[in-house]
């Protein structure tokens, strides 16, 4: 059983090859891959975590899919000052799909 954690978009996601994750929105190459930074390698019982190891380790992954997230609303409120604020906020994303762990 081969898995790695890579960063992505500030945090750290476990992936193996065919899972489908969702990230912060990710701009892919021509053919819609994109490369991901390992953090930790994990094939069987060996471990790695040596930075100059992970260096050459390549996780692919292929982009599915750009999407938005759930709307968010941040309202502000001041009593007795008459301050009311609404503002709203949906997360740019993008679905992608581990295809290779090398």
Avoid at 33 to 51: C, H, K, P
């Amino acid at each position: 059983m081969v898995y790695a954690v890579v960063r992505a978009g500030g945090r750290q996601e476990k992936v193996e090859v065919g899972t489908i994750v969702t990230l912060d929105r990710i701009k892919g190459d021509k053919d819609g891959n994109i490369q991901l930074a390992a953090v930790l390698l994990v094939d069987g019982s060996t471990i790695t975590t040596d930075s100059a190891k992970l260096a050459k380790v390549k996780v692919t992954a292929e982009v599915l899919e750009d999407l938005r997230g759930p709307k968010i609303v941040i309202q502000k409120f001041k009593n007795k000052t008459g301050y009311k604020k609404r503002q709203g906020h949906r997360q740019e994303l993008t679905r992608v799909k581990v295809t290779t762990i090398k």
